[in-house]
């Protein structure tokens, strides 16, 4: 198939993703075109499918650009993440006969009031637009499954395809080879308040000894002068903490997975989170997760067999879980097992790469009614 994917909002983490999807999709033998608009880092060197800039910044003149690239030939689909690529990709191939498949990566819904970027007013109507006049929608989450469902989207057109995780790149350490000492918990992300951090620092004061990690934001060099990594060493100090804390910074591809193999214990506890991936990176390295019950992190970890879930911006709950997983190394590694099995067996981005493939494939050849 020629499948084209269409980004145009292009944070670290959706960049991540479509790579990996493109990347796995030209391994199958596809041929495979990402049309990226906007600033963001994408992987260097050979890898299979084709990227291109959008030369425009605004979404008019992408979908302009998209008609005069996708004209001959055209693609046999196209994938659009967010609603504003969906928007670009339907003004074009309404006219081209080309089915459009919809990935949102995050609906307004869950983000308002949930310390999320800030939307357009219309943006909520534009979700359901193109939610509806897509071939198909792919949802992450049963979450989210079932918020599209409430927008409309016909439950034929739904496809649940959580996200992957590569097993080549996580995965489990020697035990032995990691030095004794307290336990270590560990946080990813950006350092805004959404992510979580500001609890697990929080619930760290009930968690005698163990240290906190935290990995995100800018590089360590500009910690100082980072308003939220200040907001966070001022809230350690506070609770008397700060001796335990320590923000890290932004950690690069081949270092995140050694972190995540070192720590006993990894933290994920947004206020929302589509996917879900850092939990999946450290149940794939063999370290035991405590997550939020939100999201795609609901559907990842199974509390009391591959982790534990606890509500989401309750440090007391949270502080309970660590508290006692901390105290109880054979716990810890009875999730680690579960929940390395479960990342490779259920989460792997093989898997991931063939369930989209078949999305592409139902819709190939099938019009697209309104």
């Known amino acids: 198939m020629r499948i084209a994917m269409v980004t145009a909002q292009d944070e670290p983490g959706r960049v991540e993703y479509v790579a990996t999807l493109a990347a796995g999709l030209a391994d199958r033998g596809h041929q495979v075109a990402v049309y990226a608009h906007g600033p963001g880092r994408w992987p260097d060197g050979p890898h299979g499918y084709e990227l291109r800039r959008a030369p425009r910044p605004e979404l008019g003149g992408l979908a302009a650009a998209l008609r005069d690239i996708w004209a001959r030939p055209r693609p046999d689909v ?3 993440h967010h609603w504003s690529s969906g928007t670009a990709a339907h003004l074009v191939c309404r006219d081209l006969g080309v089915p459009v498949v919809q990935s949102y990566h995050g609906l307004t819904g869950r983000h308002t009031g949930h310390g999320g970027p800030a939307v357009a007013p219309d943006q909520a109507a534009m979700e359901r637009l193109v939610g509806r006049r897509a071939a198909a929608v792919v949802a992450v989450s049963e979450e ?13 057109r739904l496809h649940l ?12 350490g020697d035990p032995r080879a990691e030095p004794a000492g307290p336990p270590r918990v560990l946080t990813v992300g950006d350092l805004g308040r959404a992510r979580g951090h500001d609890d697990v620092v929080l619930a760290l004061s009930r968690v005698p000894e163990a240290e906190l990690t935290v990995v995100g934001g800018p590089p360590e060099s500009e910690l100082e002068t ?16 700060a001796h335990r804390v320590h923000l890290r910074g932004r950690a690069g591809r081949d270092e995140l997975p050694v972190l995540l193999r070192r720590a006993d214990i990894v933290a994920c506890v947004p206020w929302y989170e589509a996917c879900g991936v850092t939990a999946l990176g450290a149940m794939a390295s063999g370290t035991a997760v405590v997550a939020a019950a939100v999201g795609g992190l609901a559907d990842t970890v199974v509390p009391g067999i591959t982790g534990e879930l606890v509500p989401p911006r309750r440090p007391s709950a949270l502080a309970g879980s660590l508290r006692r997983l901390a105290a109880d190394p054979l716990r810890r590694q009875q999730y680690a097992v579960a929940g390395w099995d479960r990342a490779t067996s259920r989460y792997s981005w093989q898997r991931a790469v063939a369930e989209h493939a078949r999305v592409y494939e139902n819709v190939v050849d099938r019009p697209t009614d309104g």
């Open 161 to 172: 395809v959580p996200c992957g995780v590569d097993c080549d790149r996580f995965g489990p």
């Open 78 to 80: 196209v994938h659009a």
């Open 144 to 156: 989210e499954r079932q918020d599209l469902l409430d927008m409309g989207i016909r439950p034929t």
């Open 226 to 241: 980072d308003p939220d990594a200040r907001r966070l060493r001022a809230l350690a100090e506070r609770f008397g903490v």
